[in-house]
């Protein structure tokens, strides 16, 4: 064993034996150190060695964390996002309407067809939602909705004929007229007068019907037309059955002898 001596700061000089030298430097003193790299489990470790700084697993110590832990973590401290995406525990969608469970983009019921509810009102007149008549699409060639003797309707297609036109009774007919002229030849007598009452006997005609009649130009018998020239007449109808009566007065002097009366019954 042997001695050395250590010249304290105030100048005293101590004698130390080997041991005591050991027991003042620490334990340290007598290990060995690496050459290269991180030491061994009986070598003094360097400030270089990479296990003063490199990452690990910590101890566990959930506890600490959790509330009234000794390292308490604020909820409001944290940002709310994971750092790296979570592969969900493995789970089932419920199918159907079931309230309170999510619901998959490839629900079908988030794109299928469905009958709407009840809304009719709103697409009448001065609804919310009012159509027009003249928005709708054009009809097919159906007579479903045209118009009858009994209700209201569309129209009837047209035939594109100029010479018929719908009835009352929603049927085409043609323009039928139908004009019942008639003529008749009167006479005065070969001694002149100043008026003239004849009876007409017409099978068309009837207590209601409506007569009109008027001087026709035409030469009747014994007279030549030149004759009708300045001949004028006021005349007036009264109908009967089976026949009607003509007043005739001459419009201004005497008439005698024949003349043919135009006339027709309505």
Do not use: W
Request: charged share 20%; hydrophobic share 35%.
């Amino acid at each position: 064993m042997g001695t050395t001596t250590q010249v304290q700061s105030d100048g005293t000089a101590i004698r130390l034996t080997i041991d005591d030298t050991a027991t003042a430097i620490g334990t340290a003193a007598v290990k060995d150190i690496p050459t290269s790299g991180d030491a061994s489990t009986s070598q003094v470790v360097y400030g270089t060695d990479t296990r003063l700084t490199n990452a690990r697993t910590p101890a566990a110590h959930k506890t600490s964390h959790q509330d009234g832990g000794s390292d308490e973590v604020s909820v409001a401290g944290l940002s709310g996002l994971l750092a790296d995406a979570q592969t969900p525990l493995s789970h089932t969608h419920v199918a159907g309407d079931v309230t309170g469970t999510a619901v998959l983009t490839a629900d079908a019921r988030l794109s299928d067809a469905r009958t709407p509810l009840a809304h009719a009102t709103s697409h009448k007149s001065a609804g919310s939602d009012a159509v027009k008549l003249d928005e709708l699409a054009a009809p097919t060639d159906v007579t479903t909705l045209n118009a009858t003797i009994s209700a209201h309707g569309l129209m009837p297609k047209g035939t594109g004929s100029t010479a018929t036109f719908y009835r009352s009774d929603m049927t085409q007919a043609s323009v039928t007229v139908s004009v019942n002229i008639k003529q008749t030849e009167i006479d005065f007598g070969t001694t002149p007068v100043s008026e003239g009452t004849f009876v007409i006997t017409d099978g068309d005609v009837s207590a209601t019907s409506q007569l009109l009649a008027t001087l026709a130009y035409e030469a009747p018998t014994g007279k030549d037309l030149d004759e009708l020239e300045f001949d004028a007449f006021h005349l007036a109808c009264a109908p009967g059955t089976g026949e009607f009566t003509l007043y005739v007065r001459p419009d201004g002097g005497y008439v005698a002898d024949k003349f043919k009366i135009n006339y027709l019954v309505g």
